[in-house]
């Protein structure tokens, strides 16, 4: 797993939401780091962000759905702060997530056996149980008292998302902001 080189951008800590959206970031040389860029990987970043036990072992498909919900919480993050209509499938994919049921044993058939319920896999209910306190946090976050607040770092190429902790904040590090104060100083000097 590639180590992210950056301070968590404001917010990060406190939304599981926020995590997930900027567990892919774009780093100034244009180079993408995805931190679920493969099972292990992912199983990783759950249990760091205590959203799964030590022991968990993710399945490449359940990995796809991380990554699934993911695009999801960045299409409706950066709805919020464009404040434009986010996209409609986002917003049901959040929903599935927020309304999983991992319990439910699922309708099977067994050419042997015939119908039969089986509980399903349990690392898709872990992954479910996962996903669902992250679309909740969301869901809470998007629609709160903070709301207004949930701001895009401005210093391109970086495109992390953050709860803004003054109304002027534009960027998500003083990485960022450095980097963005000395792009613009090049400018003028161009010009
Ligand atoms: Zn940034």
Not at 24 to 42: C, H, K, M, W
Not at 94 to 109: E, F, G, K, Q
Not at 157 to 171: G, I, L, S
């Amino acid at each position: 797993m590639t180590k992210v080189p950056l301070p968590l951008a404001p917010g990060t800590a406190e939304h599981p939401c926020l995590a997930l959206a900027n567990s892919i970031v774009t780093l100034p040389g244009g180079q993408r780091v995805d931190e679920l860029n493969s099972p292990e990987s992912a199983t990783a970043w759950l249990v760091m962000h205590a959203l799964a036990p030590a022991d968990t072992g993710l399945l490449a498909y359940c990995q796809l759905r991380l990554t699934d919900l993911r695009a999801n919480l960045r299409n409706a993050l950066e709805s919020r702060t464009e404040g434009v209509a986010p996209n409609a499938d986002s917003l049901s994919g959040i929903n599935r997530a927020l309304t999983a049921v991992p319990s439910a044993a699922l309708l099977r058939y067994d050419p042997d056996e015939g119908l039969l319920r089986v509980p399903s896999h349990p690392t898709t209910q872990l992954v479910d149980h996962a996903m669902a306190q992250i679309a909740e946090d969301a869901a809470a976050l998007l629609t709160g008292t903070d709301a207004h607040r949930i701001a895009q770092c401005a210093s391109a190429p970086c495109d992390r998302f953050m709860v803004r902790t003054h109304a002027r904040r534009q960027w998500c590090s003083e990485r960022c902001g450095a980097r963005q104060r000395a792009n613009r100083a090049y400018a003028r000097k161009r010009d």
